[in-house]
């Protein structure tokens, strides 16, 4: 694995999990006004969010022997994006950020799935 190759990665990981750690965290422990069943499932929701962005942190300290973990994010970002793409053909364009949002959710989809670290 290349120098190149390897620092790539590492900040589209350390990207990826801080685009997750934070706002996953800032929702778990938000004092919204919403039912109890409903809080706990969004409270659920989130920390699987918090848990995706510690598995890349993971992938991240790992990146030579984690190509696996590199694979499955980009998975997960592959159907994130398709998701995107299906809202906004459904429900519309919401406004320039989401835009951002896919932009970078494609390139980091992209790059895990087609550039992961070698066998």
């Given amino acids: 694995?290349?120098?190149?190759?390897?620092?790539?990665?590492?900040?589209?990981?350390?990207?990826?999990?801080?685009?997750?750690?934070?706002?996953?965290?800032?929702?778990?422990?938000?004092?919204?006004?919403?039912?109890?069943?409903?809080?706990?499932?969004?409270?659920?929701?989130?920390?699987?969010?918090?848990?995706?962005?510690?598995?890349?942190?993971?992938?991240?300290?790992?990146?030579?022997?984690?190509r696996t973990l590199v694979l499955a994010l980009g998975i997960v970002m592959g159907c994130l994006v398709t998701a995107r793409v299906i809202s906004l053909w459904l429900d519309g364009w919401p406004d320039l950020a989401d835009g951002i949002y896919l932009l970078v959710e494609a390139v980091l989809a992209a790059l895990f799935l087609l550039w992961p670290p070698p066998r």
Avoid at 17 to 36: F, K, M, N, W
Avoid at 46 to 53: P, R, T
Wanted: proline share 3%; hydrophobic share 55%.
């Fill in 1 to 66: 694995m290349t120098t190149l190759h390897r620092r790539v990665l590492r900040v589209a990981l350390l990207i990826l999990a801080l685009s997750l750690i934070i706002p996953g965290l800032q929702e778990v422990v938000s004092t919204t006004d919403r039912s109890i069943p409903s809080s706990n499932q969004h409270r659920a929701l989130y920390s699987m969010v918090v848990a995706l962005g510690l598995i890349s942190i993971w992938a991240c300290i790992l990146v030579e022997k984690a």
